[in-house]
C-alpha cells in the first residue's frame, strides 16, 4: 500500500490540508502526519477513501463535512470532530471533546474514551445513510440532543461512570444505547426507554466487536479487551416517544 | 487649524460646491517658464471664478534649498504662529524661514500672516519614512493648532493661494519673480463658501499637487474609503478628497499614473468586457476594489509633483480639458484661448478622451506628452 | 362557552353573478366554500377565511368580494382587536402562536422617512436612457492594497473569490419546504437570466438546479439540512445563517406535514417527521467558533468561493458584524425586524430585533471606522419593498440588498401570513404538490425577471438624477439622503441630515 508521510511541525493548516489533499490525489492510499498540534479540518476536504492516520494532536472540526476517508487519531481529538460528516470513518485512540459529530449523516465514529458535551447532537440518517458513533467511556450532558437518525453507543468502559443530563432532548429519530445505569432525570423529555430487541442485540455484538477490533490492543479504555470481554448485555435503549415533539407546542 | 471646517464651511452644508478654470503648463525639458505667463492665461479664463479663490502651484522654484521641505503658512493670529513655530523647531531642524514676499494691491485684503519655512527632517527618521513624516506633522498642525494651516509643504515647489481672482493672488505674491519648470493655476467659483485663504486652490500635501474643476456625485463615498486608510477629511471639499486619493494610489501605493486614472475614472464594464484577459482582469480588479474612490461626476483635474503633470477628466466628460504641445512645452487647461494667449503658436491641441490621462513628464525621464495628435 | 370571536374576513357573493362553477370551492384550502347541491347553492365559512383573495382572484364572473372585517367592538387603543383574539385564542390552546411573512406592526419604517437628492446646476444630472448607467456589484472582501509587478506592469494581487450581480438586488435565502418547489424553481431561474443570485435557504438544494450553481448562494444553518460536499462545491458562495429578522435568536420547525418525500430527500432526513432548526448553529458558541466554521467551509470548498455570515438586525449588530469580518466572513447579510418567514412565533416576530435601516447604518460605520469596511461586502434585508428602499439602503452603506417578501409579491403572494400552516391557495409557501401545481415556475420566472427589470431602471433613474452613473458611488453616500419627521437622534444613527440642512 503506498503511504506518503508528512512532517506537521510547524506546518499552517490550510497548507498541511492542501499537501495531504495532494497526496491523496497523487494515487497515495494512506497519508500519516506527524507532530499534529491543533491543525483543523483534518479530513475535510478528502473525496477519496484514503486512510490518514494523524500522531499528535489534531486540532478542532476534524473531518468536518467528510465525505469517504478513514482517519485515525493516535491521542485525543479537540471539538466538532465529524461536524456534518457524510460518509467515511473516523477513529480516535483517546478522548473527544464538545460537539463529537455533530448534524452527522453517514459514516462511522470510534471514540475509545471519553467524550465532552453535547456529543452526537441532531445526528441525521437519510436513505441508505445510517451513521453509527461507538464511545468507549462516557459523555457529558445534551449527549444525542435534537437527535433524528443514527445510531449511538455508549459502552461504558474505563469507569467513568454516566453523569450527563438532558440526554437525547428534543430527540425525534434513531436510537441511543448506553451500557449500565441510566435515571429518568437524565433523560430529556422526549426519550423514552426499552430493553433492546433482538435486532439491537445483533447490532450491538457487531459495534462491540468492530470497537474490540480497533482498541483491543490499545493502551486506554478498550485495553487488552479480546472478544467477549466486553459485555453485550446490560444496556438500555433510549428511542424517541414521538415523530414530532414540538407538534402541540403551537396554537393551531 | 481647529476650525477649518467654519471657516471653510460657515454655513455647515454637507460639503464644500464649486467651480472653476485650471491650468498648467510644464517644460518637459525642465527650462524654467516665468510666472507672469500663467497669470495671463489665468486672468483669460477670469469668466470661470467668482473672485472668491485663487492659487498656483510652481515647481522648481526654490533651487537653493533644493533638499529641504519649504513649509508655507498661514496664521489667523500671532498666537497660532508662535505655537507652529514651537512645534516646527520640537519637530524639525528649521534651516530658513521668512515671510512670504507680496505687496500689497487695491484687488487683495484681508490676508492672514503668511510665512515660509525651509525643514530638514531630524536625524533618526529614516529618509524612506520622512515622507509619511511629514504628512503627519502637516495633519499635527491642520487639526490641532488653532489659526495656522500649512497649505504647502513639498520640497523646491510651493503652492501660493488665497481669497480673489487668481491674477490678484498671484500678484500679491509676486509670482511674476519666479521661475519653475512646471505651474498650475486656478480659479474658484464656490456656492457656499465666502471663501477662505487656505480653502483656495491646489489642495497640496508634499510635493503633490491638485487643481479640480468640478462637482463630485460620489464624494461622501470617496471620503468614508479614505477615512478608512486614516484620512480625515475636514475640508469638505471635492479637491481634497481628490489629493487624498492621489495620496495613497501614487504615493503611498505607488501605484502609476495610468492605474490611477483607471481608479478615478474607470472604463465603462461594456469596454471592460470586451478587453484582453489580462486587461479586463486589472481593470475588474481595480474597480472592484478601489470602487470608492471612483469619481463619479463632472470633474477635470490637474495632479502634479517633481517631474510630472497629469490631466484627467470624469469617463464621460462632463468638464472641460484641453491639452496642447509645443516643442518641450505641454499645456492643460479649461479654455483653448487660454493657452493661446500665451502660446499663440502650438504644434498640436486636442481634446484628451474621458478617463484617459494626458502625461507629461520631465525628459530625461521620458519626455513626452502621451495621449493624443494633432 | 364561545369566545365573541367574529370573522376577520367577510366573503361577500353577489349570487346573481354566480354561476355556480365552483372554483372557489375548488381553490380554497381552507374550506371556506361549499356546494350545496340540494338548494344548488355556495356557501362561505367566513371565519376560515385568511383574506387570500384566490378566490376572488379566480372567480369567473366577479361575484366575490373578499373584505377585512373591523371588529366592531368599542374603540380601544390599548386592548386592540389583534390582542383580544390572541388573547382567546390562547386561552383555547394553550400555544404558542405562529405567523408567517414579516412583521405587520407600525414601527418606524425609516425608508419612508428618508428622501433622496438629485443634481442641479453644480452637477449635472445624467439620463439613463441614454448614457451609461452601472450596477454590476462585486460581492467578497477587498484587499486593502493592489499591487503590480515593476517590470511588467501585471497585477500581481488575486483578487479573492466574489460574487458579481448584474443589479443589486438579490434574492433572499428561503427554504425548500418553506416555500415550494416551483417557488424554487422560478427563483433560480430568474437570478440565471438576470444574472444576480437566488439563495437556497437552509431546506437543502435540489440535485437538478445545480446547474445554476455559479448563479446560487447556498446556506449552512443549524439544521445542516441536505448539506455534503457536493452541495458546498456546487454553489457559487456559501451563507452561515445566524439569525433571521423575522426571528432573532430562535431556530425553526418545519412542521412534519410540510417534510413531503421531495422534501425530506432534499433535506436528507426521513419524510414526515419535524425538521428541527436548533435555535444557535451548535458548533459556535462564541465568534472564534465562527471562524472555525467559516474556515471548515473554506477548506471545504478549496478557499475558492465566498462565505457570507447572515445575522439578524440585533441591539449590537455593529460589534457582532465587525467580529464575524474579522472572523474571515466576506460577506455580512444583515436581516432587519420587518424580514419576512415561512414560520415565526408572532411574539418573537413582532418585538425582537431592530429596524435594518438603524443596524445597516450603524454596521457601515462600525467597520470604516476599524478600516475593514472593504473586507467584506453588505447585503441588506428585511423589509425592501421597492427600488427607492434599494437606493436608500446602498446610500446607507449597503453594496446589495436580498429581497424575499417582495419577490414573492411578485410571484403572487397576497401576504396573508398563513405560510406556517402548509396551506398556501397561490402554490407559494406550501409543499402540498396539490397546491404547488398552482405555481407556474416559468410565468413566475417571468414575473420576477420583471421586477428585476423594473427596479434596475427605477435605480439607474435615481442614480442619474443624483448625477451619479456607477452604482458603487452610492455606496454610503449619504450626503445623498435627507431625513424628514426624524428625531435628532435617529439622524445621527443614519448619520442623515435632516431636510433642509
Known amino acids: 500500500m503506498s503511504r506518503f508521510v508528512i512532517n506537521a511541525r510547524g506546518v499552517d493548516q490550510r497548507d498541511l490540508n492542501g499537501r495531504v489533499r495532494a497526496a491523496a490525489e497523487a494515487g497515495n492510499e494512506a497519508v500519516v502526519l506527524r507532530n499534529v498540534h491543533g491543525q483543523r479540518y483534518i479530513g475535510t476536504s478528502l473525496r477519496k477513501p484514503v486512510k490518514v492516520d494523524v500522531y499528535g494532536t489534531p486540532g478542532n472540526d476534524l473531518g468536518a463535512f467528510m465525505d469517504g476517508p478513514t482517519i485515525e487519531v493516535h491521542g485525543n481529538a479537540q471539538d466538532g470532530l465529524g461536524n456534518t460528516m457524510n460518509s467515511g470513518e473516523i477513529i480516535v485512540h483517546g478522548g473527544a471533546g464538545d460537539v463529537l459529530a455533530m448534524s452527522m449523516r453517514g459514516g462511522r465514529v470510534f471514540v475509545e474514551g471519553n467524550v465532552g458535551y453535547r456529543c452526537a447532537i441532531h445526528l441525521k440518517e437519510y436513505g441508505s445513510k445510517v451513521p453509527v458513533i461507538v464511545i468507549g467511556g462516557t459523555a457529558q450532558d445534551f449527549f444525542g440532543e435534537y437527535m433524528a437518525g443514527g445510531r449511538v453507543v455508549l459502552l461504558g468502559l ?27 432525570e437524565q433523560l430529556g423529555k422526549e426519550v423514552g426507554v426499552a430493553e433492546p430487541d433482538e435486532a439491537d442485540q445483533a447490532f450491538l455484538a457487531g459495534v462491540i466487536e468492530d470497537y474490540r477490533r480497533r482498541f483491543g490492543r490499545g493502551r486506554g479504555a478498550g485495553r487488552g479487551r479480546g472478544a467477549g470481554q466486553i459485555p453485550t448485555e446490560g444496556f438500555v435503549k433510549l428511542y424517541p416517544r414521538f415523530l414530532r415533539p414540538y407538534g402541540r407546542l403551537y396554537a393551531q | 487649524m481647529t476650525s477649518v471646517a467654519k471657516l471653510q464651511n460657515p454655513y455647515g452644508d454637507g460639503k464644500l460646491i464649486e467651480s472653476c478654470g485650471l491650468f498648467g503648463m510644464m517644460d518637459t525639458s525642465g527650462r524654467p517658464l516665468r510666472g507672469r505667463d500663467i497669470l495671463k492665461a489665468m486672468a483669460n479664463m477670469r469668466d470661470r471664478g467668482n473672485g472668491l479663490g485663487g492659487g498656483f502651484a510652481a515647481y522648481g522654484i526654490y533651487p537653493e534649498f533644493r533638499e529641504e521641505y519649504a513649509f508655507h503658512l498661514m496664521y489667523e493670529h500671532e498666537e497660532g504662529r508662535k505655537r507652529t513655530e514651537a512645534f516646527l523647531r520640537s519637530h524639525f531642524k528649521v534651516v530658513h524661514h521668512e515671510a512670504i514676499p507680496h505687496r500689497a494691491t487695491a484687488e487683495i485684503d484681508g490676508a492672514p500672516i503668511l510665512r515660509r519655512y525651509f525643514l530638514r527632517v531630524e536625524k533618526g527618521v529614516a529618509r524612506a519614512g520622512q515622507d509619511d513624516y511629514v504628512v503627519k506633522k502637516v495633519m499635527a498642525i491642520n487639526t490641532g493648532i488653532d489659526g495656522a494651516y500649512v497649505f504647502s509643504s513639498g520640497k523646491d515647489m510651493g503652492v501660493f493661494k488665497g481669497v480673489g481672482y487668481p491674477e490678484d493672488i498671484g500678484r500679491y505674491y509676486c509670482l511674476d519673480d519666479y521661475e519653475g519648470y512646471l505651474w498650475v493655476g486656478h480659479s474658484r467659483f464656490p456656492t457656499n463658501t465666502p471663501g477662505w485663504w487656505g480653502g483656495a486652490h491646489p489642495f497640496s500635501i508634499l510635493d ?83 470602487g470608492g474612490l471612483l469619481m463619479n461626476g463632472p470633474f477635470s483635474i490637474i495632479v502634479a509633483h517633481h517631474g510630472e503633470m497629469i490631466g484627467l477628466a470624469d469617463r464621460i466628460r462632463l468638464r472641460p480639458l484641453v491639452a496642447a504641445r509645443r516643442g518641450d512645452l505641454v499645456f492643460l487647461s479649461s479654455e483653448e484661448s487660454a493657452i493661446r494667449v500665451i502660446s499663440p503658436k502650438l504644434d498640436a491641441t486636442w481634446i484628451p478622451s474621458g478617463g484617459e490621462p494626458v502625461i507629461a513628464r520631465l525628459r530625461p525621464v521620458a519626455a513626452e506628452a502621451v495621449g493624443g495628435n494633432a | 362557552m364561545p369566545f365573541f370571536a367574529p370573522a376577520q374576513f367577510i366573503v361577500d357573493r353577489d349570487d346573481a353573478r354566480c354561476i355556480r362553477c365552483k372554483v372557489c370551492v375548488n381553490q380554497c384550502s381552507f374550506e371556506v366554500h361549499s356546494y350545496d347541491a340540494e338548494t344548488d347553492e355556495v356557501r362561505s365559512r367566513d371565519e376560515r377565511c385568511v383574506g387570500c383573495h384566490r378566490c376572488e382572484a379566480l372567480c369567473p364572473t366577479r361575484a366575490l368580494a373578499v373584505r377585512f372585517n373591523p371588529m366592531e367592538i368599542r374603540p380601544n387603543a390599548n386592548w386592540r382587536p389583534e390582542h383580544i383574539r390572541d388573547l382567546q385564542r390562547q386561552a383555547d390552546t394553550g400555544g404558542v402562536l405562529l405567523t408567517g411573512a414579516g412583521n405587520d406592526k407600525p414601527f418606524r419604517i425609516y425608508w419612508d422617512h428618508l428622501l433622496l437628492n438629485a443634481s442641479q446646476v453644480t452637477n449635472p444630472s445624467i439620463d439613463p436612457l441614454r448614457e451609461p448607467m452601472e450596477l454590476r456589484t462585486f460581492l467578497g472582501r477587498k484587499p486593502d492594497r493592489l499591487d503590480f509587478d515593476d517590470l511588467d506592469g501585471e497585477l500581481t494581487t488575486e483578487l479573492g473569490p466574489q460574487l458579481v450581480v448584474e443589479t443589486p438586488i438579490v434574492f433572499s435565502g428561503m427554504s425548500y419546504g418553506a416555500i415550494s418547489y416551483n417557488a424554487h424553481l422560478a427563483l433560480n431561474q430568474a437570478a440565471q437570466e438576470f444574472g444576480t443570485l437566488y439563495n437556497t435557504g437552509e431546506g437543502g438544494w435540489p440535485a437538478e438546479f445545480r446547474r445554476f450553481g455559479n448563479r446560487t448562494i447556498v446556506q449552512c444553518a443549524s439544521g445542516r439540512f441536505g448539506i455534503d460536499l457536493d452541495y458546498l462545491e456546487s454553489a457559487a458562495a456559501v451563507e452561515i445563517k445566524i439569525g433571521q429578522g423575522a426571528k432573532p435568536g430562535i ?36 465568534i472564534e467558533d465562527l471562524a472555525m466554521l467559516i474556515g471548515a467551509l473554506k477548506e471545504a470548498t478549496g478557499y475558492a468561493k465566498p462565505v457570507c455570515v447572515k445575522i439578524s438586525a440585533v441591539h449590537n449588530a455593529a460589534a457582532i458584524a465587525s467580529g464575524a469580518v474579522r472572523a474571515g466572513a466576506d460577506i455580512i447579510a444583515i436581516d432587519g425586524l420587518r424580514g419576512g418567514t415561512g414560520a415565526a412565533p408572532k411574539v418573537i416576530r413582532d418585538n425582537v430585533g431592530i429596524p435594518i435601516e438603524l443596524a445597516l447604518a450603524a454596521v457601515h460605520d462600525r467597520l470604516v471606522k476599524e478600516g475593514i469596511r472593504n473586507h467584506a461586502s453588505i447585503l441588506a434585508a428585511g423589509g425592501i419593498r421597492s427600488s427607492a428602499d434599494v437606493v436608500k439602503a446602498i446610500a446607507l452603506g449597503a453594496d446589495a440588498v436580498y429581497i424575499g417578501t417582495a419577490a414573492l409579491v411578485a410571484m403572487g403572494c397576497t401576504l396573508c401570513q398563513m405560510c406556517y400552516t402548509g396551506k398556501c391557495n397561490w402554490g407559494i409557501a406550501v409543499t402540498d404538490p396539490w397546491l404547488t401545481k398552482r405555481l407556474n415556475p416559468d410565468i413566475a420566472t417571468r414575473h420576477l425577471v420583471n421586477l428585476l427589470r423594473a427596479w434596475s431602471l427605477e435605480i439607474k433613474e435615481m442614480l442619474g438624477g443624483m448625477g451619479i452613473n456607477a452604482i458603487e458611488s452610492l455606496r454610503g453616500n449619504r450626503l445623498q439622503l435627507r431625513g424628514v419627521g426624524l428625531e435628532d437622534w435617529e439622524l445621527k444613527v443614519l448619520g442623515v441630515r435632516g431636510a433642509g440642512a
Not at chain 2, 479640480?212 to 478628497?241: I, K, P
Open chain 1, 158 to 184: 474505563g469507569g467513568d461512570g454516566l453523569a450527563a443530563n438532558f440526554i437525547g432532548t428534543g430527540m425525534h429519530g434513531g436510537a441511543i444505547f448506553i451500557r449500565g445505569r441510566v435515571d429518568p
Open chain 2, 208 to 290: 503633490w499637487t491638485v487643481v479640480h474643476n468640478g462637482e463630485l456625485s460620489s464624494y461622501d463615498t470617496n471620503r468614508w474609503f479614505l477615512e478608512m486608510y486614516g484620512y480625515a477629511c475636514t475640508m469638505q471639499t471635492d479637491t481634497e478628497v481628490l489629493a487624498y486619493g492621489v495620496d495613497l494610489l501614487a504615493r503611498r501605493h505607488r501605484l502609476p499614473v495610468e492605474t490611477l486614472a483607471a481608479v478615478f475614472a474607470p472604463p465603462l464594464w461594456e469596454a471592460i468586457d470586451r478587453m484582453s484577459e489580462r486587461e479586463r482582469r486589472r481593470h475588474a480588479t481595480l474597480r472592484a476594489t478601489f
Open chain 3, 251 to 286: 431556530g425553526g420547525h418545519l412542521p412534519a406535514e410540510k417534510v413531503t418525500a421531495p422534501v425530506a430527500r432534499t433535506r436528507m432526513i426521513p419524510a414526515g417527521t419535524d425538521a428541527l432548526s436548533p435555535a444557535p448553529q451548535h458548533d459556535i458558541y462564541s
